[in-house]
């Protein structure tokens, strides 16, 4: 048996004989300045960029390991940082069922980043305060950088923060901030904030909600001009952009399991108070991308060493879109409310069935393959293909429908409205020819009533619209004659939902058709996907 915490430098064959890599370095003989702060030390971090560093850390191009600052819960520090010795043990969970076992010892320390915290609190300080710090990463879910409620306003904590100034900040981004008044007093140093957030326009967010804090200090008269100034000049402080890529689930019943089986001691997963599932070990999916915009005003680490592609501001938006609009995102919508209404509990059994299957590539190869811009970096069909054929399938990324079909309102206009828009905007295309996009669109107004293809009721994800929508199908009885227009005009004609009015770029009553068929009966969903399919599915090479 062995630990996690055990001299992974002397007692190699321990680890070896479990199947597990380590690492040459000893990372307590790493002692440069720290050059690299992540805050949110959740499984995303440690199954990606944790291994950057350590790739880094191994080939001598960084010499200090990664500080991390925990922002969500406490328990994560204490109970997977604190308690092994801030190392982490990564399984990439191959399709075929092999197991790739890593060790990384590239964090050199861990904190939860809060006021609550005195000593982590100071020790963020003070490396925020030396001139050798050169960038900062963030995986902390996008609404960690959200400032405002539903109607545009600050929310109450921001404007407590706001109105209190950097010697106390509550929220994350307002910590930031203080963070960076605090280098801006030590001697107005350069560095690189860097989102890896999934979502689009990454960069662009958190400059605004630190600007937006800055801004209400300066304001208010709690700090100088020159702060903002200093935050705005790109030659000092940048907020480059990025595309990050990589199925990162929770920690996996069945690795542990087999962990256990493998000699590995810290295998148990841990649930913590404040509902985070973490583990000594973090499980991840094979393929992986991190394409990153080139703009560190104060140098980098070699992260292309690591396999990072450092590129252009255009190139990283156009590598995002490709994503976001046509190659994963928009198949795993159609999986995703599709799955919720058919009883699918496993992303990978919805794939396993051919109508699902053929569903997504339609969409991905035969819709949006077509008008995708090519970011040169990535090749798209090849993005694609590993997606369907590899990714997907994976038994071993426990991925759920039902998890990704959260929040399904804000993603419409992204992972459908831009190929829409690609289709009205390109006078030899005409959105009326899209069948599968529509049908899409359809099933979801379809999940939107809560009851599913058998007739019976299910609880839909959390999604900040379902109060408003809801009400407009809650009426609506299977079998039932209904006028489905009236049902399906206010939804369909939204804009801020699609990113059009469907009626008016040729979709609507498309929608309608397919919605119409879809509530004609127990079973309509399935009868409507097979007849679509057999009626449109074009072949693919």
């Not at 994560?76 to 990384?104: A, C, P, S």
């Not at 001697?187 to 630190?210: C, H, I, W």
């Not at 006078?427 to 058998?454: E, G």
Request: net charge negative; charged share 25%; proline share 6%.
């Amino acid at each position: 048996m062995v630990k996690i915490t055990d001299n992974y430098l002397t007692d190699k064959k321990a680890f070896t004989d479990a199947g597990i890599k380590v690492p040459s370095y000893d990372i307590k003989q790493k002692t440069g300045a720290t050059r690299w702060v992540h805050f949110g030390g959740g499984n995303l971090f440690r199954a990606f960029h944790a291994a950057i560093a350590d790739r880094l850390l191994e080939s001598g191009d960084l010499d200090a390991g990664i500080v991390v600052g925990e922002t969500h819960d406490p328990d994560v520090v204490k109970g997977v940082y604190k308690q092994y010795d801030n190392r982490i043990l990564r399984v990439i969970t191959h399709e075929d069922g092999k197991f790739e076992k890593e060790l990384f010892a590239s964090v050199a320390d861990a904190d939860f980043f809060d006021q609550g915290n005195p000593d982590g609190w100071k020790k963020m300080f003070a490396i925020f305060e030396n001139p050798a710090l050169q960038l900062a990463t963030f995986s902390i879910t996008e609404k960690g950088y959200n400032l405002w409620d539903s109607q545009g306003n600050l929310i109450p904590v921001v404007q407590e923060d706001i109105k209190n100034g950097p010697e106390a900040p509550k929220n994350n981004m307002a910590s930031l901030t203080a963070l960076m008044f605090a280098r801006f007093k030590a001697g107005k140093y350069p560095m690189a904030l860097l989102s890896t957030d999934n979502f689009s326009q990454n960069g662009e967010r958190l400059e605004k909600s630190v600007l937006t804090i800055a801004e209400g200090w300066e304001k208010n008269g709690l700090v100088p001009t020159e702060f903002v100034d200093y935050l705005k000049d790109d030659k000092t402080i940048s907020f480059p952009l990025s595309m990050i890529d990589r199925i990162t689930p929770n920690p996996s019943d069945t690795v542990s399991e087999q962990l256990s089986k493998d000699g590995f001691e810290d295998y148990k997963i841990l649930h913590t108070p404040g509902h985070t599932n973490i583990a000594a070990f973090t499980n991840t999916e094979e393929v992986h991308y991190l394409v990153v915009e080139d703009d560190f005003p104060n140098g980098r680490p070699a992260l292309e060493k690591a396999g990072v592609i450092l590129t252009d501001r255009d190139t990283v938006n156009d590598a995002d879109e490709m994503k976001v609009t046509t190659c994963l995102n928009p198949l795993h919508t159609a999986l995703a409310v599709n799955g919720s209404l058919l009883g699918f509990n496993s992303i990978a059994k919805e794939v396993s069935d051919p109508d699902m299957l053929n569903l997504i590539k339609q969409i991905g190869y035969i819709e949006g393959l077509p008008v995708v811009k090519d970011p040169k970096v990535i090749n798209p069909k090849e993005f694609i293909d590993q997606l369907v054929n590899k990714r997907l399938p994976n038994p071993y990324i426990p991925d759920m429908p039902q998890r990704i079909a959260s929040d399904t309102s804000q993603k419409l206009a992204v992972r459908y409205g831009v190929t829409i828009s690609h289709y009205v905007n390109d006078p030899k295309r005409n959105p009326a020819d899209l069948n599968f996009i529509p049908l899409v669109l359809a099933t979801w107004c379809r999940y939107l009533m809560a009851i599913d293809d058998q007739g019976k009721p299910f609880t839909p994800s959390p999604d900040p619209l379902l109060s408003e929508l809801q009400p407009k199908v809650s009426d609506i009885k299977l079998g039932e004659k209904t006028d489905v227009h009236a049902h399906l005009k206010d939804i369909l004609s939204n804009k801020s939902i699609f990113g059009h009015d469907l009626y008016e770029v040729g979709l609507g009553e498309k929608v309608e058709n397919y919605f119409a068929s879809q509530i004609s009966g127990v079973g309509a969903v399935r009868k409507t996907l097979e007849d679509t399919l057999s009626k449109y599915a074009k072949q693919i090479n």
